[in-house]
């Protein structure tokens, strides 16, 4: 029943911008906090970045702390999740992902999940 689809991906050269997208439909109409994940090759995936039903909160990995930032748009079922100051370090599948309820999203229990946008960072 749930659906959520990542757009935005592509290959960029270090120090640029990229805005990743993601339109998630859920089972319900309750809230959601949502996330950004990455994984590399080879690597365990990491949440990227978090952020709460009403975007009340929000929260950074260390790596990505200053550069990055998310956001959303309930009405439009949407989360954004804007890249600055692209490293090669950030090259991964970065996935979309949602969990129901008020709870912080600076965990990794994440309930539903996208299939992922391909992000590459290189000169």
């Known amino acids: 029943q749930a659906q959520l689809v990542e757009s935005g991906g592509r290959l960029v050269q270090p120090g640029n911008s990229l805005r990743l997208s993601c339109v998630a439909s859920?089972?319900?109409?309750?809230?959601?906090?949502m996330a950004w994940f990455r994984q590399a090759p080879g690597k365990e995936r990491t949440l990227v970045a978090g952020?709460?039903?009403?975007?009340?909160?929000?929260f950074y990995a260390d790596s990505v702390q200053g550069r990055f930032t998310i956001s959303r748009d309930n009405a439009k079922n949407t989360v954004y999740l804007q890249m600055n100051s692209l490293k090669p370090e950030d090259t991964a599948i970065y996935y979309c992902?949602?969990?129901?309820?008020?709870?912080?999203?600076?965990?990794?229990?994440?309930?539903?999940w996208g299939q992922g946008t391909q992000v590459t960072v290189s000169s």
């Open positions: 992902a949602a969990k129901p309820g008020y709870a912080s999203p600076d965990t990794v229990d994440y309930t539903y």
């Open positions: 859920l089972p319900t109409d309750s809230a959601y906090a």
């Open positions: 952020i709460s039903w009403n975007s009340g909160t929000t």
